[in-house]
């Protein structure tokens, strides 16, 4: 058992305990030179378990989190094993788990269980939406953790799985209560729609306090329990929640939606029930006619959508109140068959540039939901599927907010990944931008794995490609005046500070002197030469041109200066 105090790897200096199960003890530490605080999970080889399944399991949920980077999951930074014990170091979450504030504080509010579910189902729908996705199977409060700031984070991934074709029939996995039928018994198989299945009995919870673990839960009706409680939220854990993995919302996007509109769901509902009687007699009488018929009403159909979708563009280019322009340009891609025409979804992707010149968290489930609910029509053209995918990537690339304040372009870039992949494997050979997202989508992936490369000594050679990418969409974008200043100026940013920042890799993969000052020089006369628009271009052009010359510091301390041919 590690003692307090006591320093692990030379680096991880023990500060004090702060969890612990059969075989494990949980630590929090500090790494003194970085001053930054870890989470260190010491699993000892000395328990009453069979340690090589434990060790399975902990490499299984390792080399899961390796693979991931949201900003609701933890990372992994170290993983040291000797002849006791098996230690992790991960990032250290502040806070509590929801299953004790459930605990402590009884039934949580609808406002708030809400807010928790919304982020845990983009959580889930980025796991979902990996190459193969990868099935979380153990979601419950106890796995949640809620931060300080409001924002939660997904914990033990012990249990996840990746979708193979070829994997069998799941039994005995999960946390009984939450977990859905086809977990247990040889009913089937887990897939997205079982992460669903234990997030709607995790809502229930939260909203009654009945624990499903310790009473068994039959009627998954929250109103049941608590009449006060809102039948919208009422029929979206009960579809959630519903045995036929069919009958259950069946994907992360669609629950999405529906919690964001979950105040109006009684009404749509109410009318829903009312009508069908109506509809159904009516539907039955008409058949005949509308089989006679029926090629004339497609095409009276067809023109009127065409014709409502044109008037609705107009009024949305017309109106300058942001959130009304948002508004029309979602029910232009909801008109029936127009769902595949791309021209609303490239005007509201520019609607969230011109607003404020920010891409947040709600815009950002706004357009994935409309783009992968109507995918389907849209690859219908996939030269139109291809440039909204290009536009999304460069959203995230350039404008992102994960709402927290921070301004990391890095980050940001690794949040485009799936849009930039989605671009490379679905566009024609000559398309204009894929170039550009092939650079995009390598440079994004190499600060997503350089942590991992580089502690495990497996760098050499990943610095060569990332200048190789940075110079070419300097060269591409940078000094294009027709773009964008934020664009500019951020991808000016971006090469900047990986010269400072990767001078010596650079050498060390064979880029030369020249070609660093080259592209210095370059990035030296650009910036200056971009006109600034607002007060926080303003600041970014000025913060990058006080920092070129510790970058050209960085870049002649790498190579020296009597090289010949050298100099700026």
Known sequence: MLQIGSLVDGRYKILSEIGHGGMSVVYMAINEKANKTWAVKEVRKDGRMDF???????????????KLNHPNLPSIVDVIEDQDSFIIVMDYIEGRSLDVILEETGAQSEDNVVEWALQLCDVFGYLHSRTPPIIYRDMKPANVMLKPDGNIMVIDFGTAKTYDVDFGETTGIGTRGYAAPEQYGGLGRTDARTDIYCLGLSMYHMLTNVNPCVTLVTDKSIRAVNPALSRGLDQIIIKCTQDNP???????????????NYQNLEPIYKRKQKSKLVWFVLFLTLSIA???TGFVFKN??????????????????????YSEKMKIYEECISIPQMTGNPEAYLRLIQTYKENDAVFTQNEANQIEYLVSNNKEELMRDKDAYVNICFEIGKLYWYYYDYGDGSDNQITRGKSSLPWFNDVINNAEPDYENLGMSKAYYNIGVFYRDITTNVTEANDKGKYKPLFDNLSELTD???SNENESEIVR???????????QQ????????GVSKDQLLKLYKKLDSTVKSVETSTDKTSQKKDATIKMLPETLTAVEAAYGTTQEGDGV
């Not at 100026?489 to 010269?499: G, K, M, P, Q, Y």
């Not at 990767?502 to 050498?507: L, N």
């Open 502 to 509: 990767y001078s010596t890799k650079f050498k060390q993969d």
């Open 300 to 321: 009276m159909a067809s023109n009127t959508a065409s014709y409502t979708y044109a008037s609705k563009m107009d009024e949305a280019s017309k109106t300058s109140d």
């Open 290 to 292: 509308m089989v006679i």
């Open 52 to 66: 090589n399944m434990v060790r399975a399991g902990l490499m299984a949920e390792i080399e899961t989190l390796k």
């Open 246 to 260: 069919d009958d259950r919302y069946q994907s992360c996007a669609e629950l999405m939606y529906d919690l964001e």
């Open 489 to 499: 100026l951020e991808l000016i940013e971006l090469s900047r500070s990986a010269l």
């Open 476 to 478: 591409t974008l940078a």
